[in-house]
């Protein structure tokens, strides 16, 4: 505690530029990662297949996966560049001090008395701060799924499902954030300089308390979930949890075609209570014992005890930036070069700090690709070493083929950004030897064509 509050006294320094510092995080950040983004569009102008995939991959998917990945790398470039200019033009015009006194105009005029305090501000600034970051986001979100997904034959989403699908998440937004955000500052203002433990213990309960509403309320209001049918892979899948000690107690199929080609399989509940999803595309493009074969992988995150390590890791993250924040809370140079010259609202103050942390984050970010990365082959040779060498390799080689992942990639690159290894290191690691081209399964409706769509999850899920 002695320390922090040195550390505090240390770091409110008048006049300190803090805006400029910021600011110029976020311009290197950007920097940075433009940077690497160049590298790896020039693995992707390439025009040879891996050698590894050269006998699985045609040449005409690796020249669609290739341009997909350079389309995705150019709209990740311009609304990169998109974004930094909101960033700067909030800082520099002083948004969030008006944003602020506009919250607090809007109490005055049509709230009672009883709301005019600062906890009553803070949920209207930052329902408002909510409103405004969706409405300037409509235009990077409408070209991603209408004219990027779309053009690569993986949107399966219309106008108004899009449109209702932002209105419930406003909705949740608007029902969710008063009461969570009350919680954190009510816990601030009453515990004084040890709210960090309070804060801790709360956010963690939060979490449980999230996980288990999640599949009850919030989940229904975008997908449906429907009990996966008796069957040979229902059967198989519950011999393997069974196999594991996984503590399974339901097995749903998600309606993920709706929206996208994309799929996905994974598994979510209390330590003794879990429920395994899967994708009905996933399904619908695999062999039986394929999609097996990924579950296994999944599980073996869970056998393996990683998803409780990275529990205990976002744990003591969390804990390693409440109590940081306690050094800044009270900084008044740091709020008043933002125009906060009288008043300290908390949650712009955590807003701010946390533009002070991005350099960590970065490195922190950093830490935890290399180390998930690392999971991800141990959850291989985990369901390899079940007997699904070969099963878990087709479903990887198919789900790269679906989604047009990137089947190459520049190291730099990879390394700060990619939370799984890419599909020629995986293959590696599974000692995979070539059986020829491989087939996706095409389950065709009466009347309809077949297609070959992308129904994969990509890099960061499996």
Known sequence: MEFLQRLARFLDRPLFPWKKLIIG????????EGFLGYRQYQVLKKTKVPKVLEHEVSQEVFDKSQAYGRAKAKFEFFSGIYGQIQNILFYQFDVLPKLWSFAGNLLVRFAPARFSGEISQSIVFVLSFVVISQILSLPTSL???FVLEEKFGFNKSSTKLWITDKIKSLFLTFVLTPPILAGFLAIVQKTGNQFFYYLWVFVAGLQVVMI???PIFILPLFNKLSPLEEGELKSSVEDLAKKLKFPLSELHVIDGSKR?????????GMPWKKHIVIYDTLIEKSETQEVVAVLAHELGHWKLGH?????GISQAHFFAIFSLFSVFINNNSLYADFGFHTVHPIIVGFLLFSDVLGPTDTLIKLGMNVLSRKFEFQADEFANKLGYNAELA???????????STMDADWLFATYHFSHPILTERLK?????STGKVELKEKVKEGDKKTDVATATGRDEL
């Open 307 to 311: 998803t409780t390590s990275l529990f």
């Open 260 to 268: 996208s080609a994309h799929s996905n399989a994974y598994f979510f």
């Open 25 to 32: 995080f976020s311009l290197a950040n950007y920097f940075i």
């Open 394 to 404: 087709r479903s990887l080689i198919k789900l790269q083929i679906q989604n047009l």
């Open 143 to 145: 070209y991603h799924t």
């Open 212 to 214: 288990t509403i999640y």
């Open 429 to 433: 690691a599974l000692n995979w030897q």
